[in-house]
């Protein structure tokens, strides 16, 4: 992507991940016969699919606030695994 800023490429790549779980969880149940229409499924899949949805949306109404969002959200997210990751050790001990 060529970008000056490595955090303007974490929204697109986040949106691509998703998207290419959900299109090889479809595939592997399709092939395993695994029933995809219940109720947790559906829940989970709809829930994030919504949220990644309102993300789109909300870029596409403010396309000024990727730059800082996508700065605030990669940097939280490393945050929070360093932190995760203290405080389960912590807890392990």
């Known amino acids: 992507m060529k970008s000056s800023n490595p955090t303007l490429i974490f929204i697109p790549r986040m949106i691509a991940t998703f998207v290419a779980t959900v299109v090889r969880m479809i595939a592997v149940a399709i092939l395993q016969c695994i029933k ?5 499924v559906i829940g989970w899949i709809g829930s994030i699919s919504i949220m990644i949805g309102g993300l789109i949306y909300f870029f596409r109404t403010h396309p000024a606030q990727i730059d800082t969002f996508s700065k605030v959200l990669s ?4 945050l929070f695994l360093f932190t995760a990751f203290i405080i389960g050790g912590l807890v392990k001990k």
Not at 75 to 78: A, D, I, P, T, V
């Open 75 to 78: 940097n939280g997210l490393l």
């Open 36 to 40: 995809l229409f219940n109720r947790v």
